[in-house]
């Protein structure tokens, strides 16, 4: 049997289908863990080699991909349905939140409630001490027996920003394998392990809206209550009317194409007020923010919580360099954080991650941007 | 250690029928349908290996023809019989069917037949005056399984027979999960057509045989050649055919045996589990049931999840069916016996063979009592904490 007497622990791997998580799982198997490799069937259609959605994550393709590994790797597969969770954790606070004005970040919900609670209660159903996936992130002890959550050495893959509601708990029983390697290092290993996906292209688009080829905005259109969708004028800082629109599920903090409004200098979405259902639109100029404020912070380890600001850099969107500021904690999860420089763009529903160096410290959602 | 305990999807491969199939080999190959020896060598064992398949449901040997499984034998029933009944447009099955009559009832409808599904009671039970009542001149066929694969329930269909030939139409019953757990006879039950699965009996998987009463009775399928009386042309399967003939004559040879040991394995089993699983629920008739399924509803552990980590533990066992990717989908025959889909999500089937042994179901049974503590308290929190 495979579990020999110097078998290391069991860990499930989540498995996508795709070169990194693939990797992430053969690493595993190679350095002697009990490797149980799953799958997660999120939305409603995708698992039927009919449903044709190629380009997106988690499809028939996706999965096939997966248990081929597996069984080259020699290690269990398995397909979970979680398509429940997935509606009510992911899809119906992705849609809430485009209908109330904000610009949600849905893989940010995904790995806090799909991967990191559900599946990882799942795992310690199926007798697993650990959860592991191909996130490029690096996880740490410190000396104190505490836990780090590091930025990944390939700087152009880290993935860090996506799991800073990680908390200690999690990461004591979470495994990043790919932390430490480059996505050339990724694609070379698998190719020497000889995995058929070696060469696959990586997923770009919100798995789950890109399946029908279609936008977020279409995706929330289909998916909202026709009631909740509000339509409404789009206005100058001063209050004119330039035009309107049919719904503030269909812009986002800084957009330019598609406001419906032509100027001889282009306009930039500056503010969406969900309560008049105000698109507020200004020149470039105009953009640019002190700071913001958050909620729903956590951190990775609140042991370090400091009642002073502290000096940080922060991250306001996944592909936006670290910029310094301050960080001050405040009550009820919120926080205040300045920038050293204005900063454009600051969207209410995008998370705000706070680095020390290469340690996530923690984050929390933007709510507000401050102006002052 | 592994111990297989879902022996409704498939059975191993019996000792008896890989003799049978050694045999076969070592003399050489032929095609049943040849004129030299090697092909009359061929037709000796295919026709005995028919023999044994007719003795084992109590048919003459002319009314089996040998289909490639279970699934085709249900389609070549169905559609074979409608095509026959010219003209009538209504048939009568049931909520609980194995896919293999529902698919093909699906598509009729989408041809425009009237499909009338009846549902059963709360133990997975048909009543046949619902049948009956369905009745009428339009009606082409009646099709329903005799035993169920997922909850083992047994329906008493005898009582069909002759108010469904009164109407002019013709009884198909479904046996692929009765043959081998129960006695069968297809002349006693009076039905015009049955199917037999051969891996559910110990045979090889890819053959299975359809009983025809009269082979005027339906249409093939499939055009091209004068095999099983161009009822089913083609080459057949003659290796599944001999391993099928074997795994009949050594089933129907010690049938009483080998359901009294089931019975006795599948009791034990509840017996266990109901001891140390407060709140557990059996799906089916207590009674009515072929002797080796029991379909379960465990508390507050997700069956997918139970599956899963039994089977990392060695222990075998299924759920529903599973989808092209291989995710596990709730039991349409739980829903229709009024089982919510929170339960049946939770439900497991464990299905026994008679190769089984005591000490086998013993370990299985301490096992599956420590997996489901360690699964409903990972998942017992699952309620709260919501994004």
Redesign the interface.
């Known amino acids: ?1 495979r579990r020999g007497p110097t078998m290391k622990p ?1 860990v499930v791997v989540a498995m996508s289908g795709g070169v990194d998580s693939s990797v992430a799982a053969a690493l595993l198997r190679e350095d002697g863990y009990d490797v ?1 490799g799953v ?1 997660m ?1 999120l939305s409603a259609d995708n ?3 009919s449903a044709g959605a190629r380009r997106a994550c988690c499809s ?1 393709e996706d ?2 991909d997966a ?1 081929r590994v597996a069984e080259r790797m020699d290690f ?1 597969f ?4 979680m398509r429940d969770d997935f509606a ?3 899809i119906d ?1 992705f849609v809430g939140d485009y209908l109330a004005g904000r610009t949600p970040n849905p893989c940010l ?1 995904c790995n ?2 799909i991967k990191f ?2 599946l990882r ?2 795992a ?4 697993a001490n650990y959860i592991a996936t191909g996130h490029y992130a690096r996880i740490e002890r410190s000396a104190h027996g505490r836990f780090r959550l590091r930025r990944a050495l390939d700087r152009q893959k880290d993935q860090s920003y996506f799991l800073f509601t990680l908390e200690q708990e999690e990461l004591a029983r979470t495994l990043f394998p790919l932390g430490a390697m480059t996505k050339n290092e990724v694609r070379a290993k698998a190719r020497t392990l000889g995995l058929a996906n070696a060469d696959k292209p990586e997923s770009q688009e919100i798995c789950f809206v890109s399946e029908n080829g279609g936008s977020y905005r279409d995706f929330v259109s289909r998916h909202a209550d026709p009631a909740k969708i509000k339509p409404g004028r789009i206005v100058d800082t001063n209050g004119a009317m330039l035009g309107l629109h049919d719904g503030i599920h269909r812009f986002t903090i800084g957009q330019r194409r598609g406001l419906g409004v032509t100027r001889p200098t282009p306009l930039y979405v500056r503010e969406i007020r969900p309560q008049s259902a105000e698109v507020v639109v200004s020149e470039r100029e105009a953009l640019g923010d002190r700071g913001l404020l958050a909620s729903k912070v956590s951190l990775t380890d609140p042991s370090r919580a400091s009642a002073h600001a502290m000096a940080v850099e922060v991250k306001i969107r996944y592909r936006h360099p670290l910029i310094p500021a301050t960080l001050t904690l405040m009550e009820n999860g919120t926080a205040a954080v300045r920038f050293a420089t204005h900063q454009p763009a600051v969207t209410p529903g995008q998370a705000c991650v706070f680095y020390l160096g290469d340690e996530v410290l923690g984050g929390g959602i933007i709510e507000a941007p401050l102006r002052e | 250690m592994e111990i297989y305990l879902d022996w409704n999807a498939g059975a191993p491969l019996r000792p008896e029928a890989r003799r049978a199939l050694d045999e076969f080999l070592g003399n050489g190959a032929g095609n049943p349908a040849s004129v030299h020896r090697s092909g009359q060598r061929a037709r000796r064992a295919f026709e005995q290996a028919r023999a044994q398949v007719a003795t084992l449901i109590d048919a003459a040997v002319r009314q089996i023809v040998f289909t490639s499984g279970g699934t085709e034998a249900n389609n070549l029933a169905i559609f074979g019989a409608v095509k026959a009944r010219n003209g009538r447009r209504k048939i009568i099955s049931s909520m609980i069917e194995h896919s293999s009559i529902l698919g093909p009832l699906k598509a009729l409808e989408q041809e425009g037949f009237t499909v009338h599904r009846v549902a059963p009671d709360a133990n997975g039970r048909i009543a046949t005056d619902q049948v009956v009542a369905e009745l009428d001149e339009s009606t082409a066929l009646v099709t329903l399984g005799l035993a169920n694969s997922e909850t083992g329930a047994i329906q008493d269909l005898a009582p069909l027979a002759q108010p469904v030939r009164q109407a002019g139409a013709l009884l198909h019953v479904d046996a692929a999960q009765a043959a081998g757990r129960m006695s069968l006879s297809a002349t006693r039950l009076g039905c015009d057509l049955m199917t037999v699965s051969g891996h559910k009996l110990g045979a090889l998987a890819g053959i299975g045989a359809l009983y025809i009463r009269d082979e005027h009775l339906i249409n093939p399928l499939m055009c091209g050649g004068p095999q099983e009386r161009g009822l089913r042309p083609g080459t057949p399967n003659i290796l599944g055919a001999v391993t099928m003939g074997a795994a009949a004559q050594t089933v129907g040879s010690r049938l009483s045996e080998e359901i009294n040991h089931m019975s006795y394995l599948t009791e034990r089993l509840r017996s266990r589990l109901w001891a140390s699983i407060p709140g557990m629920l059996l799906n089916g008739p207590l009674f009515a049931r072929i002797p080796n399924t029991l379909n379960l509803t465990f508390p507050s552990a997700r069956g997918e999840s139970l599956l899963i980590a039994l089977d990392l533990e060695g222990v075998r066992v299924s759920m529903g069916s599973a989808c092209a990717a291989g995710a596990v989908e709730p039991s349409h025959v739980l829903l229709a016996m009024g089982r919510s889909r929170r339960q049946a999500h939770s439900s497991l089937r464990l299905s026994l063979g008679p190769q089984l042994t005591l000490e086998q179901v013993e370990r299985a049974a301490a096992i599956i009592v420590r997996v489901w503590r360690r699964v409903s308290e990972a998942e017992a929190p699952n309620e709260e904490a919501r994004g």
């Open positions: 049997m069991r149980v799958a069937r698992a039927h080699p028939y999965f096939e248990r269990p398995y397909v979970v349905d009510r954790t992911v606070p919900a806090r409630w609670d559900r209660r799942r310690e159903a199926l007798g």
